[in-house]
């Protein structure tokens, strides 16, 4: 696995950075993928090679006007790895938010349903209809669509680990690498209801797309998907086996390389900590040199989604990181250590 490793790392970029501005020159562990986008982790050559290369060569700024093969060999792509029957069509737009806002209006207007389930807790995005379909605390701020179902987790539902065949597969800000690039692929009937229905100028643009079809081809080339499994059970079993040290410690879970610890403060009652002790652990970790950020409608919850480059040796060293933030940070007020 060591040698894999840097065979990975050599050709598709580093898992580390040091933005001299924010960090004084120091080198970071990052544990979250710049909440997502970073799925190859920094600088790798493999998105700094297309994008470069399409933008010297761009043919079009814009699929309104004119297509490019990026666009079309990503669309492409896209319909090839992702379920589905008969005529299929593919959007593209520049972020999570506005591949829900597109999904979700398509699919009322197509089907005349007005009735959406989503989960309490869930954050879809921060356009005008995707914040409508949250179920986020954050969102608290705009009514919810009417019809709206919110329902408490139960197990996680991501179609390919549940055997499902969705009518829409919905590509956020991931796709494009760090690029603002998403995507919403789906039947033709659906997604062709009615012309000039979601555009987005530059969405698909040539320099975007370059960038998401070098994140798929490394993706599929050093087989992405199975390491974070393998990865991500090393990274959660060491987790885990922080419980009996750490009383703060309620619960471990997620799947591959997306991964919450919850904190309480107390396991029986899984009273959540307060947001200030959540807060204590991650800044204890930035001092030691890794990064990663809390979610969850109590902000008790840490938050890893590493770059899907993550070596075996980097997920210890980040639970020996957080096994001492949490040492640290149970004992001392909050404050410069």
Not at 305 to 334: H, K, S
């Amino acid at each position: 696995m060591a040698e894999r490793d840097a065979q990975v790392i050599a050709k598709i970029g580093k898992l580390r950075f040091s933005p001299l501005s924010l960090c004084g020159g120091r080198e970071l562990l990052d544990l979250s993928a710049s909440f997502g986008p970073a799925v190859l982790g920094y600088g790798h050559p493999a998105i700094t090679a297309a994008v470069s290369a399409a933008s010297a060569n761009m043919a079009g700024a814009s699929l309104l006007a004119f297509p490019n093969e990026n666009a079309v060999r990503l669309a492409e792509t896209l319909l090839r790895i992702t379920p589905g029957a008969g005529d299929r069509r593919v959007w593209f737009g520049h972020s999570g938010p506005d591949a829900n806002d597109c999904a979700m209006r398509v699919v009322q207007a197509a089907t005349g349903r007005t009735r959406f389930i989503s989960f309490i807790g869930s954050y879809h995005g921060n356009l005008s209809g995707s914040m409508s379909i949250s179920g986020h605390t954050a969102m608290t701020h705009t009514l919810p669509r009417a019809g709206l179902l919110l329902l408490p987790y139960g197990r996680l539902h991501c179609f390919e680990h549940e055997g499902l065949t969705p009518d829409l597969v919905i590509f956020g800000k991931a796709l494009g690498g760090g690029l603002p690039l998403s995507a919403v692929v789906g039947a033709r009937e659906i997604m062709d209801h009615a012309g000039a229905f979601a555009l987005q100028t530059t969405g698909g643009n040539p320099i975007a797309t370059a960038a998401g079809l070098a994140v798929l081809q490394a993706i599929d080339e050093f087989d992405l998907g199975a390491r974070a499994q393998t990865i991500g059970a090393r990274f959660v079993a060491g987790l885990r086996g922080l419980s009996a040290r750490h009383a703060m410690i309620g619960d471990v879970r997620g799947r591959g390389l997306a991964v919450g610890v919850e904190l309480v403060l107390d396991r029986d009652s899984r009273e959540p900590v307060p947001v200030a002790t959540t807060a204590k652990v991650i800044y204890r970790a930035y001092q030691l040199g890794a990064v990663f950020f809390y979610v969850g409608l109590k902000g008790n919850v840490l938050e890893f989604t590493p770059p899907l480059t993550l070596t075996e040796a980097e997920a210890d060293e980040g639970v020996a990181i957080i096994d001492q933030a949490m040492a640290d940070a149970d004992v001392a007020p909050f404050m410069m250590w």
